[in-house]
């Protein structure tokens, strides 16, 4: 069993719309992060993980997530998955909770225009 505390997390924010917290974990195949959004993120273009596989719960509020072209309307309470090396983009105001498989890293994270 592995507690990870809130003050352990890790945090990211670029300043304008995107705030996280990553929880790191000692097992190298998961990992689990809270992340708040506020508008459009990426600001331009898209994101994609190489590697990773993602299963995203919206934990408060709502907006909207485009996966390679196609979007949808997402709310408090629905859960999104995507996996390796589909294009993503967020747009909204919502918290969302992510667990990641393998873990997430920045080394296999894209932008892409």
């Known amino acids: 069993m592995q507690i990870v505390r809130k003050e352990s997390a890790e945090r990211f924010e670029d ?46 509020g709502s907006g909207g997530v485009t996966i ?17 090396n589909e294009t993503v983009a967020w747009d909204g105001n919502f918290t969302l909770i992510t667990t990641c498989t393998p873990a997430w890293s920045k080394g296999q994270h894209e932008f892409l225009p």
């Open 15 to 60: 300043g304008t719309v995107f705030d996280a917290s990553e929880y790191h974990t000692s097992d190298k195949d998961i990992n689990t992060a809270r992340i708040k959004i506020r508008g459009r993120y990426p600001v331009t273009g898209f994101m994609r993980n190489t590697k990773v596989k993602e299963i995203v719960y919206i934990e408060a």
């Open 68 to 84: 390679n072209g196609t979007s949808q309307e997402v709310k408090e309470g629905d859960v999104v998955f995507f996996g390796a």
